[in-house]
């Protein structure tokens, strides 16, 4: 019998205090056994400027290609610091959304669930700008659990 409910849990991150609270929940989930796999989706779709010249664009996705493999080692201390075993990966993807690709992982891991920190954004606002994790949410093929920033009384 598992130690843990969660054995896989796949958490997406990106440097946002909502990725910061959702990796949090990840970690207090995993505690007792679990592993967590914590992937960051860099998405180079919209870096196709016009106007900008190949060289520069590939020194401009260099930079990013980087600036992710930073968050994903300061995010992995941070885990291996609390104790839970733990694997990164990052993901370019050539064009689509990057919940499509935290999907696909969660498929191919095989992930038992998805923990994500959100903006908690209701009403007109997420109309406007839209929910990553309710993207997650609807595109996922195991159980997602979404963390707010703030709490609500």
């Known amino acids: 019998m598992p130690s843990t409910v969660y054995e896989h849990i796949l958490v997406p991150i990106d440097g946002s205090v909502q990725s910061g609270r ?14 967590i796999r914590l992937i960051h989706v860099i998405d180079r779709g919209p870096l196709a400027v016009p106007g900008i010249s190949a060289s520069r664009f ?20 941070h885990v291996r610091k609390a104790g839970v075993a733990v694997d990164v ?14 999907a696909q992982e969660a498929a191919q891991w095989p992930a038992d669930l998805i923990v994500c ?27 997602v659990l979404l963390v707010p920033t703030h709490s609500t009384p």
């Open 22 to 35: 959702g990796l949090d929940e990840a970690i207090r989930l995993a505690a007792a056994g679990g592993r």
């Open 89 to 102: 990966k990052l993901i370019e993807a050539p064009t689509g959304a990057p919940s499509d690709f935290i």
């Open 58 to 77: 590939d020194l401009l996705f260099e930079q990013i290609r980087e600036d992710g493999r930073l968050l994903l080692a300061s995010a992995e201390a």
């Open 117 to 143: 920190g959100t903006h908690a954004r209701g009403g007109l606002l997420r109309a406007l700008l839209g929910s990553d994790g309710e993207h997650i949410l609807r595109r996922s093929p195991v159980p």
